[in-house]
């Protein structure tokens, strides 16, 4: 293979600044003429999607946790050939993976895919002390290429001087930019992370003015260097996309809810359906525009409780869901996808009647309610996952579940959690006829049947079986 441009930031913890970096990064390149391919590390909508505009291309996700190794490998390779540069941005720490040995960290991604690293080193109050702890990086563990460091929220010029003098003699890696502190973030910051590029009004000038910060702070034309010296990766094997399951520019029309409410689907579960047989639609449940005729319904994450007046108000789209998953149309849902098809929603201003497919509903809480990478035993029957499979994913939320008044009424919940939290009792995945939800998140690419059991049955709806 040729050469194949890449680097990988990453930081000491959540809040380094990476994610600043990178998106300013890629705007950076993108405005220069470049083509830049941007990917994530981890189970992250809301960066990637920031990733995806900054670059003006779509974001990757790449995860040792969900995918195969020999997946990511493929999918890295599909996604960014032809690319002028990849930038992949980490997550967590650089070490941190799910266990004391560091498994599924960005470290080890970075091994993956032959990566160099670049570390993102919040300055604030320290100048020798960075270059112990850079040192320690480059040390840490064996096959790491640690490539250079980006200082954040440096205090000024002498302060900027010092760190650089010290990184690079004592730690002996080169210092390629010294970002100062801001005062204002151009992207404010929420209970989940970032605030949801689908509601900043200034997105574009947001991006614009971080690229502009990064082109004066950091060497984009040492850093590009660094990604042009990644060694040409060995030819990866094909991605394991699904072989179509319905007649091709046929297929069972399946609709997935993308407006500001729920918008979180990594692209490709979306092109895993599509590759199946299905035929995607972009439907809403806040707007009042018609929705095509559907032979499936999927639902993913996002932020129902910061639109919950306008899902609420919505009647004509709530008995519109209600009724297709009572006439039997394969609906899934993931998260917030799984909140609104519950009774209703109680935030501090007030309860907010929802779709009510399931006889419970959810609370919003100050704290999170599941956090991490999940992984779940399929023990009932249902359209989209056989029995018996182990599912790997994630979950992050606020929201807890309210169980019915009666306990006669609670659905079956299909999933047993071998790792995390769910719903209920260590259980997620709560069944109503064809309509499966849980808190859980998977990845197309490390569920194989999930796309084409979906359109098998969107397929088997169509035709009235």
Request: glycine share 10%; charged share 20%; proline share 8%.
């Amino acid at each position: 293979m040729t050469s194949f441009p890449r680097i990988i930031l990453a930081g000491l913890s959540g809040g380094s600044g990476k994610t600043f970096v990178s998106i300013g990064l890629c705007r950076a390149l993108s405005r220069r003429g470049l083509l830049v391919r941007p990917f994530k590390k981890g189970p992250d909508y809301i960066d990637a999607s920031w990733l995806s505009h900054a670059a003006t291309a779509t974001a990757c996700n790449l995860d040792p946790f969900l995918l195969p190794r020999d997946v990511i490998a493929a999918l890295f390779q599909e996604k960014g050939r032809g690319a002028d540069v990849c930038v992949i941005e980490g997550n967590r720490g650089l070490f941190d993976g799910k266990d004391m040995a560091g498994t599924c960290s960005t470290a080890e991604l970075s091994r993956q895919l032959d990566a160099p690293v670049i570390l993102v080193l919040d300055a604030t109050k320290m100048t020798r002390t960075a270059a112990a702890i850079v040192a320690g990086c480059r040390s840490f563990e064996p096959g790491l290429n640690l490539a250079g460091v980006i200082l954040n929220r440096t205090a000024g010029e002498r302060h900027r001087d010092i760190l650089k003098q010290c990184i690079e003699s004592l730690a002996g890696v080169p210092v390629l930019g010294c970002l100062p502190k801001m005062t204002d973030n151009p992207i404010p910051e929420r209970h989940m992370g970032l605030v949801s590029d689908q509601e900043h009004a200034g997105r574009e000038a947001a991006l614009n003015a971080i690229a502009e910060l990064v082109e004066r702070c950091v060497d984009v034309d040492r850093v590009l260097a660094v990604a042009q010296s990644a060694p040409a990766p060995a030819l990866a094997p094909p991605v394991p996309w699904p072989a179509p399951v319905a007649p091709a520019q046929d297929g069972p029309v399946i609709g997935y809810v993308h407006d500001a409410a729920l918008w979180f689907y990594y692209p490709e579960n979306l092109e895993a359906l599509e590759r199946a047989g299905a035929r995607l639609r972009k439907v809403s449940l806040l707007s009042g525009e018609p929705w095509p005729e559907l032979h499936g319904l999927y639902l993913g994450g996002g932020f129902p409780e910061t639109q919950a007046a306008g899902l609420s108000a919505n009647t004509a789209v709530r008995q519109r869901v209600r009724s297709l998953a009572a006439g039997g149309l394969p609906i899934y849902a993931e998260c917030g996808g799984f909140m609104y098809l519950c009774e209703g929603l109680q935030l501090d201003d007030g309860w907010f009647g929802l779709a009510g497919v399931f006889p419970l509903s959810t609370r919003l809480c100050p704290r999170p309610q599941g956090l991490g990478y999940v992984e779940a035993l399929v023990e009932a029957e249902n359209p989209f996952h056989p029995l018996g499979a182990h599912l790997t994913g994630h979950e992050f939320h606020y929201s807890a579940c309210t169980e019915p008044s009666r306990p006669e009424d609670m659905p079956p919940l299909g999933l047993k959690m071998l790792r995390g939290r769910g719903m209920l009792a260590g259980r997620d995945g709560l069944l109503v006829g064809r309509t499966f939800a849980s808190y859980t998140h998977i990845h197309a690419l490390g569920a194989l049947h999930w796309a084409p059991g979906f359109v098998r049955a969107a397929q088997a709806y169509r035709e009235g079986r």
